[in-house]
């Protein structure tokens, strides 16, 4: 009998599969096996392949892609490869699991989310905090209307990753690579978040800051200039009247260190009650809701019903995972699932297009100052 598991080749060797991709797919090894990677530094590839007994190591992209024994794609190179590789891999008929953002630009997204709509394969973003327990139970909320006419989003996402001015230079610091700096790494995921509770955003404006002109090389002397934002703050109007603010920042003291303690935090407020989101509370919400709670100012901590503390048919353990870490790999599950036919509940080419549409308004009103609307095709 053939081997009934998905067979999954990695393009990029860098933190984000070691951190979360191959720890995610490792969590169905009945349905799921990583057969090959690829990476533009072999010696990266060679070595990634090593630690997590990883068959094939391939010397480009597009050997991987030709490769017949492999169904299926995780896209984690820079930002700026994203595109290609993904446009790529829908071609070769693979279903593709691509990192956010999922094109440096909006027509390069949509151009994607359009392939994919033609393709009978899954398609799905690397859109992370969706799987936050905290955050699923929050949607619930939303969508059986405990707040009433919902009228406000406030959204805060801190860590210190480039508070250190000596922090190297790296790609996530030129335009052509990293694209909109925060708005495109940290930013994408808030979008995403926004436009998963509440729907579309209409019209942004936004103000950005860069606080460090140059950065040490990390391959030896010399500085590399910094052409991305390190933090920025907008304002959001969304579709359904809600008024939205976002603030995001890389380079703060003291609200999220990098990694395992950043800060994120969501706020939606109604008429009827309001809730507060913190990723470093996974399994609970503050919440105030109906007439006796919200009009006294009177909250309360809840905790996430059973059903939602880990995406159906994850094999984890909530309550001995590492509560700032496990909802990570239940992405490589729903990407699994998806591809088995066993849910829809994933984030599209679609979301993801559409949260490079907003990211691309955002960027725009910050370097013009203006206000932008974020129209429909």
Same mark, same amino acid.
């Given at each position: 009998?053939?081997?009934? @598991? ?11 599969? =070691?951190? *979360? ?12 096996? *990583? ?25 480009? +992209?597009? &050997? ?5 024994? #492999? =169904?299926?794609?995780? *896209? ?6 994203? /595109? ?17 953002? !999922?094109?440096?630009? /909006? ?45 406000? +989003? ?8 480039? !508070?250190?001015? %000596?922090?190297?230079?790296? +790609? ?38 860069? /606080? #460090? ?13 910094? %052409?991305?934002?390190?933090?920025? $703050? ?28 950043? /800060? ?11 809730? *507060? ?7 609970? !919400?503050? #919440? ?5 709670? $919200? ?23 909530? @309550? ?17 699932? $998806?591809?088995?036919? %066993? ?22 009103? &910050?370097?013009?100052?203006? +206000?932008?609307? #974020?129209?429909?095709?």
């Amino acid at each position: 009998m053939s081997d009934p @598991r998905l067979r999954v080749g990695v393009v990029g060797a860098g933190r984000i599969a =070691d951190f *979360v991709h191959l720890p995610s797919l490792r969590l169905l090894p009945e349905l799921c096996e *990583v057969v090959a990677v690829a990476s533009r530094d072999p010696d990266r590839a060679r070595t990634f392949a090593g630690r997590w007994a990883v068959p094939r190591v391939h010397a480009t +992209w597009q &050997a991987l892609l030709d490769d017949a024994g #492999v =169904d299926a794609v995780v *896209v984690c190179p820079p930002s700026d490869l994203n /595109y290609a590789v993904a446009s790529a891999a829908i071609e070769a008929g693979k279903h593709v699991l691509c990192e956010k953002p !999922l094109a440096i630009s /909006y027509p390069e997204a949509r151009a994607l989310a359009q392939a994919a709509s033609g393709s009978p394969r899954v398609h799905m973003v690397a859109f992370t905090f969706r799987f936050a327990a905290a955050l699923r139970y929050l949607r619930r909320l939303v969508a059986e209307g405990h707040f009433g006419e919902i009228r406000h +989003w406030r959204m805060a996402y801190f860590n210190d990753g480039q !508070l250190d001015p %000596e922090a190297p230079f790296t +790609w996530r610091h030129q335009r052509a690579r990293g694209g909109a700096g925060i708005l495109a790494d940290m930013g994408s995921h808030m979008i995403d978040m926004a436009r998963y509770l509440l729907g579309e955003i209409t019209a942004v404006s936004a103000v950005s800051r860069g /606080y #460090v002109g140059e950065r040490p090389l990390a391959g030896g002397p010399g500085r590399g200039r910094v %052409e991305t934002p390190d933090a920025c $703050a907008f304002v959001a109007e969304f579709a359904s009247g809600v008024i939205g603010t976002f603030d995001l920042s890389r380079a703060v003291a003291g609200r999220g260190g990098t990694g395992r303690p950043q /800060y994120q935090g969501v706020e939606v407020h109604g008429t009827e009650g309001a809730a *507060v989101y913190e990723l470093i509370r996974p399994f609970h !919400l503050q #919440v105030s809701l109906g007439r006796a709670m $919200a009009r006294r100012q009177h909250w309360a901590t809840v905790e996430v019903p059973l059903d939602l503390q880990v995406y159906p048919g994850s094999p984890r353990n909530p @309550r001995t995972d590492d509560p700032l870490m496990g909802y990570k790999y239940d992405q490589g599950v729903a990407f699994v699932r $998806a591809v088995r036919g %066993e849910t829809a509940d994933y984030p599209t080419f679609e979301d993801g297009a559409e949260v490079q549409r907003v990211v691309d308004a955002v960027d725009l009103a &910050a370097r013009e100052r203006r +206000w932008i609307p #974020v129209g429909r095709d």
